[in-house]
Structure formats: C-alpha cells, structure tokens
C-alpha cells in the first residue's frame, strides 16, 4: 500500500540476538527455526547481511548498521535504544543527552521525556517470554512535516 516508501530497519537487540544464537549454534537444536537458521547461517559464512532475502518487498528494504545515522525533520531514527552511554543501558533520559531529538523503541513502553519520544509495541501483548504485569502498549510515532512529532496510541 506505500508503493514508494523505502522501510529502514535499526539495529538492535533483536539482530544481535539472532547473530549470537547463529554464532553459538544454537538453531541446530532449534526444530522450529532450525530451516530459516541454516539459511541465515550459510549467508553469515559467506560474509552477507543474514537478514537480507527475508523481505516482501526487499528493494524497499534499508538495513540500518550500529553506528548509521538517520535524522528525519532533526530527530535521530536509528537508534533502538538498548544501547546507553559507555556501555550502560539505554533509557529516555540518557537520549536527551546524547541527541537534541531522538525516536526509540527499545522498551516497547510509550514515553516522552522533553524531545524523546519512544515507540510502543506493535506486537501481541501476550507472547510466550512476557509476564502477567508488563507496562507495553500500541503505539507509534509520527514526525509531522513543521518538525513536530506526535505519539499516536492505538488498540
């Protein structure tokens, strides 16, 4: 439905998650994923993206590395924030120190702190790993063309 749209994809806890279960060997003990972990295996030993090919549209697919930038309206995208300062971890009042506005979506938890803005969920709010008490909710955020951004609740 967005013929034009480019999908940029940041790097995050989730990529490396995939990489080390790929480099521990993991997927070979893994009957469910075990099909799709030896493709991605033989694309890592081939010194290739192993997410590339997993895409409908791929030539509308940006794979966003650890150290890329992309700024929209003066607001860093590219930052998932699991990642903090020296190594600490990532949260919405250390974002306000490393960028003047930023967008993240590590916690899957709405919040905004001055010009930080992260992203909830997406996702089922019942998955295997979550517990009876969780603070995720639905919802996105929108940078409007004037610059402003506007967190968009849905259910």
């Given at each position: 439905?967005c ?14 998650f995939?990489?080390?279960?790929l480099?521990?060997?993991?997927w070979?003990?893994?009957q469910?994923?075990a ?7 033989l694309?890592?030993t081939?010194g ?14 940006k794979?966003l ?7 929209i ?7 998932h ?19 003047d506005n ?5 916690t ?12 909830g969920t997406?996702?089922k ?22 610059g402003?951004?506007?967190q968009?609740?849905?259910d």
């Amino acid at each position: 439905e967005c013929p034009d749209t480019t999908f940029c994809v940041v790097s995050s806890n989730h990529d490396q998650f995939v990489r080390k279960w790929l480099n521990d060997g993991n997927w070979v003990k893994d009957q469910l994923n075990a099909n799709i972990g030896c493709k991605m295996f033989l694309s890592l030993t081939q010194g290739k993206n192993v997410f590339e090919g997993y895409s409908k549209f791929p030539d509308r697919l940006k794979l966003l590395g650890p150290k890329d930038s992309m700024v929209i309206k003066g607001y860093e995208m590219a930052c998932h924030g699991h990642e903090g300062i020296a190594g600490a971890k990532g949260s919405t009042k250390t974002y306000t120190k490393v960028t003047d506005n930023s967008v993240t979506g590590h916690t899957h938890s709405p919040q905004i702190f001055k010009s930080t803005f992260v992203v909830g969920t997406n996702s089922k709010y019942e998955l295997p790993y979550t517990g009876d008490l969780m603070n995720w909710g639905h919802s996105n955020v929108i940078v409007h063309q004037n610059g402003t951004c506007q967190q968009i609740f849905c259910d």
